[in-house]
């Protein structure tokens, strides 16, 4: 089993930045694709970012594209999430997930595992 727990969400002012981490227990995530997810209040859950298992494949949603930027650290067990020049929309709790999968391109379309999120706000 793998545990995710993620931390740093808080307040910002728009245009500020936070960054997000998504550290894992139980396992080696390091096989591991890993996304980013957010749900704002009465809205769905949606894809934000994701990254292979070697980080050479990164994917966006077109919404945070130059934004946001995914990336992690296998030695640690965490990926993480840089958010800058942060808008008030961005406002929603943030996940991570992750799925066994060892191919360079990586795999977002399943997710067994998910963390319990982390607030962020954005105020305008």
């Known amino acids: 089993q793998v545990q995710l727990e993620e931390s740093g969400g808080g307040l910002v002012q728009a245009g500020g930045s936070l960054r997000l981490s998504c550290a894992a227990s139980?396992?080696?995530?390091?096989?591991?694709?890993v996304g980013w997810f957010r749900q704002a209040p009465g809205k769905e859950r949606e894809f934000v970012a994701g990254?292979?298992?070697?980080?050479?494949?990164?994917r966006y949603t077109d919404f945070v594209k130059g934004r946001f930027t995914i990336s992690r650290d296998n030695a640690k067990n965490t990926v993480y999430l840089q958010m800058n020049s942060l808008k008030p929309e961005d406002s929603a709790v943030y996940s991570c997930?992750?799925?066994?999968?060892?191919?360079?391109?990586?795999?977002?379309?399943?997710?067994?595992?998910w963390g319990q999120g982390t607030q962020v706000t954005v105020s305008s």
């Open positions: 997930a992750a799925t066994y999968w060892t191919g360079d391109t990586g795999r977002y379309n399943r997710w067994d595992y």
């Open positions: 139980g396992r080696t995530i390091s096989t591991y694709t």
């Open positions: 990254i292979s298992w070697s980080s050479s494949s990164t």
